[in-house]
């Protein structure tokens, strides 16, 4: 069984930042893919960001020179470090595990509460 912990959601005002943190545990893959996604009312979940587990990056182009992902192999660990936050950022994050190579198993995080205030 693996399981997904967020943490870091907040209340913060445009231009500020905030760090995402989601820890795995359970039975993890050591090749694998983590990554957040965002989620807002109405609308589907799109992807903000991803990290192998050798380091290759992807990003949505609206948060590209704004965002950085990164993990931590040994702590089971992804991080999204958020700069120059804007209203529009504004979402419930999701934290993805894609857990091995080519036929994965995916699973999800409960989400934490990004709010921007203009």
């Known amino acids: 069984q693996v399981q997904l912990v967020e943490s870091g959601g907040a209340l913060v005002q445009a231009g500020g930042s905030l760090r995402l943190s989601c820890a795995a545990s359970?039975?993890?893959?050591?090749?694998?893919?983590m990554g957040w996604y965002r989620q807002t009312p109405g609308n589907q979940r799109e992807l903000v960001a991803t990290?192998?587990?050798?380091?290759?990056?992807n990003y949505k182009n609206s948060v590209k020179g704004r965002f950085t992902i990164s993990r931590d192999n040994a702590k089971n660990t992804v991080y999204l470090q958020m700069n120059s936050l804007k209203p529009e950022d504004t979402a419930v994050y999701y934290c993805?595990?894609?857990?091995?190579?080519?036929?994965?198993?995916?699973?999800w995080g409960q989400g934490t509460q990004v709010t921007v205030s203009s």
């Open positions: 359970g039975s993890i893959f050591s090749i694998n893919t």
């Open positions: 993805n595990l894609q857990n091995g190579g080519t036929w994965y198993t995916e699973y």
């Open positions: 990290i192998t587990h050798i380091g290759d990056t």
